[in-house]
């Protein structure tokens, strides 16, 4: 018969944890947050594609309906196709910013959007022939891939920093 300790979880045990097995632990978190950071690394189409998705979104208003509202559909739809394409491909998908530089950048990629999307529809109240619609759906594909990039080096920087910038 194996006989198999069970050490008892430190929030079970009133033991304090000594401080080389404390130093341990966090080096153990810095080197699993180092691996998670190597594999977070998104495919040279992914932004591509999006930034596409979002040029063509926003663009598709310079089009008469029903071609207009179907192409908006079908971007909202292709948008969760890419990211399951991406997790599926990687077997890793980040559905959050890890800190606050790519929760800023997250912000600025969705400003840049919603002002597209107003400028667009700005641009049809005002008359502005259709044609001028395809510069705010262009600033908003390029920035898709430009901001999309620089998310994920500050995503990669955050979670390899794990757990030290949170606190």
Do not use: C
């Not at 040029?55 to 598709?60: F, K």
């Not at 950048?105 to 049809?124: E, P, R, T, W």
């Not at 109240?125 to 901001?147: H, Q």
Request: glycine share 6%; no cysteine; hydrophobic share 50%.
């Amino acid at each position: 018969m194996a006989n198999h300790s069970v050490r008892p979880s430190h929030s079970e045990s009133h033991d304090p944890l000594a401080p080389a097995d404390a130093l341990n632990a966090l080096s153990d978190l810095d080197r699993d947050s180092a691996n998670l950071a190597e594999r977070v690394i998104t495919p040279w189409w992914y932004h591509a594609a999006l930034g596409a998705i979002v040029a063509l979104t926003v663009g598709a208003q310079a089009l008469p309906q029903p071609a207009a509202s179907t192409l908006v559909v079908l971007g909202i739809l292709a948008i969760p196709l890419v990211m399951h394409s991406y997790s599926r491909r990687h077997g890793l998908a980040t559905t959050q910013p890890a800190g606050p530089r790519s929760r800023r950048l997250l912000l600025i990629s969705v400003g840049v959007l919603v002002g597209a999307f107003i400028a667009v529809l700005a641009f049809k109240l005002i008359g502005i022939p259709e044609v001028w619609l395809l510069l705010p759906a262009s600033v908003a594909g390029m920035a898709t891939v430009a901001l999309g990039r620089r998310y994920d080096v500050a995503l990669r920087q955050e979670i390899a920093e794990g757990w030290r910038h949170r606190a």
